[in-house]
């Protein structure tokens, strides 16, 4: 057999997992669509003592509006996403950053809170999480508590989960009229984790940039948000050459880029300069446009 | 002896029932304790396609998925298509397309197909492109698996 022996758990609520979480003390690990914990297992480079399957909790499922946001449960498959009209209304942005991720047949069994636990640097949807601002909530055993997103990415592969807390939903602010969106990646492969990519959000007041947020992925441990970049971009007329130059700050914004085989740390900067500026341009378009999803 | 979970499950609409061993891989127990030797093992890691089945009508995965968490579950594997010793439209587009070459990859294309196909009966380019995106050919080069999807879906507009 693949995996090395585990104790397997699959509670129906969130308290049930969290007390199990608790017992094992930071050696039990939370199973979602496992569509990157199983291969993980498979490999053995993950040995946990048991697993704790969240699959049977129901409360933790579902897309909601409230109080003027969007809120996902954190067991809601990617594909779910995708095809929900209310996502699509609401926070578009997040419609294309699942819409980049790897393939249907993995979106139908992952889940937006597996990806945003594991956290992997290259993945779209931490990179939406922090563009967004999104709210995440987490129980465990001394209670509920809300991170903000750029607390909640703490670095490789880590977040700010304690071992016994429950990622249980993502809250979204609404897309305000009148702003654009884009998810600008590029991989090797089509599906392929991204080399580097950007999400951007962009509202105008007539010509104006009335602010602007970019998160970068795939270049740093953790999604990077580009407050040089937005900066350059806040309050000015929109022309090609601003567009150019926040492009370029973005590059410049990245303390240092991540290097690896699959490309250098000056290729991925250049990569990231060249997502954001696709991204914006694609985000002032829809924002000029009155915005469709399409 | 290692502890071991019961299992109830529906494949290709028999139910069994049994016990498994929690890390047991759902390709593992249907190639191995039900001899469904149709879902084929490629990379193992999520990344080739070749297991791809259905779970409650959904093209999933079934090496980076665990038996126990199938539980309750309806399987659809490429044994489960043919009825009465005749082809699905999708497996009689493929043999007339020329969809397939050495056989190791297509159990999963098919899979993968079946589910679109089931969502969409007039895919586009696209369309059929980005499902089969998740799904590894190293013979064929896609082209004719493509035009294979094309003549499933016309076959399957056809049927009564």
Known sequence: MKPAPFEYFAPETVADAASILS????????????????????????????????????????????????????????????????????????????????????????????????????????????????????????????????????????????????????????????????????????????????????????????????????????????????????????????????????????????????????????????MTRRALTAALDRARNGASNA | MPERRDLRLRVNGVTHETAVEPRLTLVDFLRGELGLGGVHVGCEHGVCGACTVLIDGRAARSCIMLAVQADGGEITTVEGLSTDGSLHPIQQAFLESHGLQCGFCTPGFIMSICELLEDNESPTEDEIKETLGGNLCRCTGYENIIKSVHLAAEKMRAQP
């Open chain 1, 23 to 274: 017992r094992y003390e930071g050696e039990a690990k939370l199973l979602a669509g496992g569509q990157s914990l199983v291969p993980l297992l498979n490999m053995r480079l993950a040995r946990p003592k048991a697993l704790v399957d969240l699959n049977g909790v129901p409360q933790l499922e579902g897309v909601r509006e409230e109080n003027g946001r969007l809120v996902i449960g954190a067991m809601t498959r990617q594909r779910t996403i995708e095809r929900s009209q209310l996502v699509a209304n609401a926070q578009p942005l997040l419609l294309e950053a699942v819409r980049n991720i790897a393939h249907p047949q993995i979106r139908n069994r992952g889940t937006i809170g597996g990806s945003l636990a594991h956290a992997d640097p290259a993945a779209e949807l931490p990179a939406a999480a922090v563009a967004l601002d999104a709210e995440f909530s987490a129980t465990g055993p001394r209670g509920t508590r809300m991170i903000a997103s750029r607390d909640f990415f703490v670095s490789f592969l880590t977040t700010a989960l304690q071992p016994d807390e429950v990622l249980t939903e993502i809250s979204f602010p609404k897309t305000p009229s009148g702003a654009g969106w884009s998810v600008q990646e590029v991989a090797r492969r089509h599906g392929d984790f991204a080399l580097a990519g950007a999400a951007v959000t962009l509202s105008l007041d007539g010509d104006r940039c009335r602010g602007a947020t970019i998160a970068l992925f795939g270049v740093g441990y953790v999604p990077i948000r580009a407050h040089g970049a937005e900066g350059v971009l806040q309050g000015e007329a929109v022309s090609g050459a601003l567009l150019d130059s926040a492009a370029e700050r973005a590059g410049a914004d990245i303390e240092e880029p991540l290097s690896d085989i699959h490309a250098s740390s000056e290729f991925r900067r250049h990569l990231a300069r060249t």
